[in-house]
């Protein structure tokens, strides 16, 4: 049974009468209980799996209509709704909590009976970028053991790279789905805002954050956004795509576009191996008929800081409902005064979630919001125009989806700023509600690097087709797990 | 620049207890002092532009009646409340 195939052949494979769901599941189920020690994608595993997978061959068996994922296995970021089971939002706060409804994306899925095989490792409440930040523990990257995966989705781009399942849905505020892509050599896709449903998604930084697909292959990305995608009526921020199929024409290729280089992502930040990756992407994106041109987009230097004042100031309105009262954990309220019970109950919180809390609280408070939160939206609404001007000019545009090549762990927890730095290229497409893609491009010392491309709202199907035509120029090795 | 006191006073006010001391409190100083680089984006004439989202759209507002074994699980629940602890007289 071979675990390493795309969504898209798996389809073909269980449509060839090849394999069976069962079988493909209860393999899948086998290497996440042999390999799963050493990399920790996985906070829960889906114990009813293998089960659900026969009663999809059995349907197929029957020739009933089965849904477009024919029992494929798909792990989910513990911070979407799955019913009945638990969403720990890798919190301590949440350990317990037991979703009681399905996020949309979930239920979109279900009835194309894609099967969930667990709920994957993320850091705490999506904040931070190396899964370091999870209470239940690190995962690891699988090209390298001692080098972090990524983050926040670490787990879902971990168990796809390391073939623990076919397909993984993660969650992107300022990178959580491409930066953990980018580290394992996985593809990650954060959509236009809007065009995925939030509702079920815990949220973080409501005006910024996306779900979107981690996969094998871009056309296994245009495959799952097609399953996600369009309006729903439980968030008003969902657009009506009119159900555009974005993988038709994916193979369209990039003829006569014009591609910016966007010049502050490739600064004094950018390490030798990472510069040197793009300007082969580059040279490889000409070579296919694309005209590459260099352009600034000014505020790009001050995105970092906006993005953090921003969604911390989020977070910080978004988390107050963990008071034990709305949300919270099993906690007698005797011998406590309400504040101090609140506060105590409170304490659940790791020191990341907590910091950012307090910065939330800081940041907009009267006193403070002029020289912050209210700079940071001017940043942001500069940083839009700024980008609207120079999609008149370009088709898309190009960096790396990280300016370094994955680190150690411990190696930047103790440093938020250098932590926060590594967030410079891909804030941008949060801020703006561009949709954004890291594909796998390159690998230096045995670590993978991911290159990014943005495009205009709404053009997402464009920004697949020229993810494709990337993606067909690259062969990278075999990842040693 | 920020203080420790005002960092102290915004943890109280966000109810998260900084009983790790200098975990917290250098932290986040060093987090909002990057924050400065803001003063020099020349943003101060910037409008703040908003994004405008369709109410037509919302769904019914109409009751959606739920499991009630929720409600049940809650170790709180009495009767028709759920207790909280008391407020400070």
């Known amino acids: 049974m071979n675990l390493k195939i795309s969504a898209l052949e798996y389809v073909q494979e269980i449509q060839n009468g090849n394999i069976s769901a069962e079988d493909y599941v209860a393999k899948t189920l086998e290497r996440i209980q042999i390999i799963d020690d050493k990399l920790h994608a996985f906070l829960s595993v889906n114990e009813k799996a293998v089960e659900q997978a026969q009663q999809i061959d059995k349907k197929i068996k029957s020739g009933d209509e089965v849904g477009a994922c024919f029992g494929m296995p798909i792990s989910i970021k513990d911070n979407l709704c799955i019913k009945g089971s638990k969403t720990t939002c890798a919190s301590k706060m949440l350990e317990d909590f037991v979703a009681p409804y399905d996020a949309t994306v979930i239920t979109k899925l279900k009835q194309q009976d894609a099967i969930f095989m667990g709920k994957v490792n993320m850091d705490e409440f999506a904040m931070g970028l190396t899964t370091e930040f999870s209470a239940f523990g690190p995962s690891s990257n699988p090209w390298n053991t001692d080098y972090v995966p990524g983050g926040s989705s670490g787990g879902s781009a971990v168990s796809v790279s390391a073939f623990e399942c076919v397909a993984s849905l993660g969650s992107d505020t300022g990178g959580s789905v491409r930066n953990p892509a980018s580290f394992c050599s996985v593809v990650g896709y954060k959509p236009t805002y809007g065009l995925v449903s939030r509702y079920g998604l815990i949220s973080y930084s409501n005006s910024i954050e996306q779900i979107g697909p981690l996969t094998r292959t871009v056309k296994d990305t245009a495959f799952m956004l097609n399953l996600i995608s369009g309006f729903d009526s439980n968030d008003n921020t969902t657009i009506n795509n009119q159900d555009q199929d974005y993988l038709s024409g994916i193979d369209s290729g990039i003829e006569g576009k014009k591609i910016g280089i966007i010049k502050e992502m490739l600064g004094d930040g950018t390490s030798a191996e990472v510069l040197s990756a793009t300007k082969e992407a580059i040279s490889r994106m000409e070579s296919l008929g694309a005209i590459c041109e260099e352009v600034s987009l000014d505020m790009v230097k001050y995105s970092v800081a906006a993005y953090y004042t921003i969604t911390a100031t989020e977070a910080g309105s978004n988390l107050a409902r963990y008071d034990n009262l709305r949300y919270g954990y099993d906690f007698s309220v005797e011998g406590y005064e309400f504040n101090s019970y609140i506060t105590k109950a409170r304490q659940k919180f790791g020191p990341e979630v907590s910091r950012r809390i307090i910065i939330g609280g800081f940041v907009p408070s009267s006193g403070q919001a002029g020289k912050y939160f209210l700079k940071a939206l001017k940043v942001k609404s500069k940083l839009t125009r700024e980008i609207s001007e120079t999609f008149k000019k370009f088709d898309l545009l190009i960096a790396p989806t990280v300016p370094v090549l994955p680190f150690k762990k411990g190696e930047k927890i103790d440093d938020p700023v250098a932590l926060f730095q590594v967030d410079i290229n891909t804030v941008t497409a949060n801020l703006t509600g561009r949709p954004s893609i890291s594909v796998p491009f390159a690998m230096s010392n045995g670590l993978p690097i991911g290159m990014q491309l943005i495009a205009d709202s709404n053009q997402d199907k464009l920004l697949l087709q020229a993810a494709h035509a990337l993606e067909q120029t690259v062969t990278l090795p075999e990842i040693p797990i | ?89």
Do not use: C, W
């Open chain 2, 1 to 89: 620049m920020v203080t420790s006191e005002e960092i102290e006073r915004v943890s109280k006010l966000m109810k998260i207890d900084i009983h790790d001391h200098r975990e917290y409190v250098d932290k986040v100083h060093a987090m909002i002092d990057f924050f400065d680089v803001l003063d020099s984006a020349g943003v101060d004439s910037e409008e703040i532009s908003m994004q405008e989202i369709s109410i037509s759209n919302l769904r019914k507002d109409e009751h959606v009646p739920f499991d009630e074994n929720l409600i049940k699980n809650l170790n709180h629940y009495k009767g028709t409340y759920v207790r909280a602890p008391k407020m400070s007289s």
